[in-house]
T-cell receptor, first 110, second 113 residues
């Protein structure tokens, strides 16, 4: 698995966009970038994933750098319910374990 | 579609005892993986089972073991419990394995006294 690096914490105001960065400089060419988030007292939940192109879904957008060494998770309008720890990972099936780093704790202020 | 379920949700044991945790994956998912989450170490991978075979393993001692049944349900066993085993144990299921989207259960909170 590629090692990922994320800031420990970020703050945002409610209703404003949030950009959560992730560095994954050792990612291989065929490994996807996945984002999960963990709300308090819950298991992690899938947010979005992508390979090369930018991706959008109902929860968020994922912007992937052209060299694939970094990506940014974008929450277009943060709500209080988006306060969670966000994990960026790049797993694969090839006999490697799924590695979660410390993630980014997002705090949303009303 | 029902999500991943884990039982029990909470468990209190004493040092030296053993414990078995259960995980029922989403229907159709053949991969089940287990994780330990503690405040100090974060989310750490234990092992993955796919079609009743352990396919990947993390860096945990042999006291941690697991198995998967033909219906894809999985159990994790921890023998000779230590205080440091107190943690939230999460399982996740997916169709094809660790490179696929993982669907996590709510976890089992184990406290070792």
């Amino acid at each position: 698995d590629a090692k990922t690096t994320q800031p420990n914490s970020m703050e945002s105001n409610e209703e404003e966009p949030v950009h959560l960065p992730c560095n994954h400089s050792t990612i291989s060419g065929t490994d996807y970038i996945h984002w999960y988030r963990q709300l308090p007292s819950q298991g992690p939940e899938y947010v979005i994933h992508g390979l090369t192109s930018n991706v959008n879904n109902r929860m968020a957008s994922l912007a992937i750098a052209e060299d694939r060494k970094s990506s940014t998770l974008i929450l277009h309008r943060a709500t209080l319910r988006d306060a969670a720890v966000y994990y960026c990972i790049s797993p694969n099936n090839a006999g490697n374990m799924l590695t979660f780093g410390g993630g980014t704790r997002l705090m949303v202020k009303p | 579609k029902a999500g991943v379920t884990q039982t029990p949700r909470y468990l209190i044991k004493t040092r030296g005892q053993q414990v078995t945790l259960s995980c029922s994956p989403i229907s159709g998912h053949r991969s089940v993986s287990w994780y330990q989450q503690t405040p100090g170490q974060g989310l750490q991978f234990l092992f993955e089972y796919f079609s009743e075979t352990q396919r990947n393993k993390g860096n945990f001692p042999g006291r941690f073991s697991g198995r998967q049944f033909s219906n894809s349900r999985s159990e994790m066993n921890v023998s000779t419990l230590e205080l440091g085993d107190s943690a939230l144990y999460l399982c996740a299921s997916s169709r094809y394995g660790l490179g696929d989207t993982q669907y996590f259960g709510p976890g089992t909170r184990l406290t070792v006294l």
